[in-house]
């Protein structure tokens, strides 16, 4: 197991990596300063050469942690030998605000003012992405919307823990594609807002604020699944007949299933159990199930031979949408788009 903490400069990696258990911690400037003492003195070609030898090396360790960087402002640093380094990769993402602000407060760092720092994260956060799914990598966004930054980082210590006990979403996609029934045509299908109009967890009184960054990453998916369990012993909840639970089916896709179908979902297992049942409907569900793995299966079936058909209704369906053969975006009830798409790539997608 080896993991990379990417983030801006000042994101905090170096504060994360000094509490960081269960795992040999590297310091990635420091190494590279054994390696050229005078790193900071070499062009771009040799620097990235440099970089190419200490990822290198590090390929005969195992099980450890380093920060790493993937650009710095318009320049990228990011190697191929670091794409093939590490198994996971997590990315530190701070509220450009914070980070501009400890950037004004570092002399050190207070040249990176000169760049868009929104930009810069959102452009490092979907390289990264764009990477890991072309490469089957674990990519996870550690965020926190609200405050836009961890005053108390033990959840990012947890998370952390539970990789090196095994948490994957690429392995969890593995998984669910052994599973689901070989069939020249396999459809996709997103559960809440998708395959019934509700939302069953928001039918439960269930709000959260963990998805406002629009992320939809496993690091997203984990913290919901422990926030809403967390929230359902609260309300001592107990299960209800699925008669009473007020489902609408979304009849815009019925006709459009083809093929073996399977939902995918991160809604409440309770409801979309007796749902799945209901309609003898394979259920793939939990706290591993998040975008990136919608995108593996997607990716993984067709690979096995399968034409997708897809469905969803938002940022949380986006890259399984973009990655299937063919795909359906739900609007909402007003016609309209999910506003977590605002800005995305829409083509090819049908509307419904």
Not at 90 to 109: A, C, G, T
Request: with cysteine.
């Amino acid at each position: 197991m080896r993991i990379g903490l990417y983030g801006l400069p000042t994101a905090g990696k170096s504060y994360i990596l000094s509490a960081v258990r269960n795992l040999e911690v590297l310091s990635g400037s420091s190494r590279l300063k054994e390696l050229a003492p005078n790193f900071h003195d070499l062009t771009d070609a040799q620097k990235e050469a440099v970089r190419q030898e200490l990822a290198l090396q590090l390929r005969q360790k195992d099980r450890f942690i380093m920060d790493g960087h993937y650009s710095f402002g318009d320049t990228v640093v990011f190697t191929a030998a670091d794409g093939q380094l590490y198994d996971t990769f997590l990315y530190l993402y701070v509220d450009p605000k914070i980070i501009s602000e400890r950037m004004s407060d570092s002399i050190r760092n207070n040249k990176y003012l000169q760049y868009d720092i929104e930009q810069w994260q959102k452009f490092e956060v979907e390289s990264l992405r764009a990477y890991c799914h072309e490469n089957n990598k674990d990519f996870y966004i550690i965020d926190n919307p609200g405050k836009g930054f961890f005053p108390d980082i033990s959840i990012i210590l947890e998370f952390i823990d539970s990789i090196v006990a095994g948490y994957s979403c690429v392995n969890f996609a593995k998984e669910i594609t052994a599973e689901i029934v070989k069939a020249d045509v396999v459809s996709l299908i997103d559960g809440d807002k998708t395959f019934i109009k509700e939302d069953t967890s928001a039918l439960l009184g269930y709000k959260t604020h963990l998805f406002d960054g629009n992320f939809y990453s496993g690091f997203q998916a984990w913290r919901h699944n422990r926030e809403l369990s967390d929230y359902l012993r609260f309300i001592d909840y107990s299960i209800q007949p699925i008669e009473t639970m007020n489902i609408t089916l979304n009849e815009n896709i019925q006709d459009k299933i083809n093929g073996n179908p399977v939902i995918l979902t991160t809604g409440h297992y309770g409801s979309w159990k007796q749902i799945a049942d209901k309609y003898n409907i394979p259920l793939f569900y939990g706290h591993k199930m998040c975008s990136d793995t919608k995108y593996f299966i997607a990716k993984f079936l067709q690979e096995r031979g399968s034409k997708v058909i897809a469905f969803g209704d938002s940022m949380n369906d986006y890259f399984m949408l973009k990655q299937a053969d063919v795909s359906y975006l739900v609007l909402k009830k007003d016609g309209s788009v999910s506003s977590s798409l605002s800005g995305r790539d829409l083509e090819g997608l049908v509307l419904v």
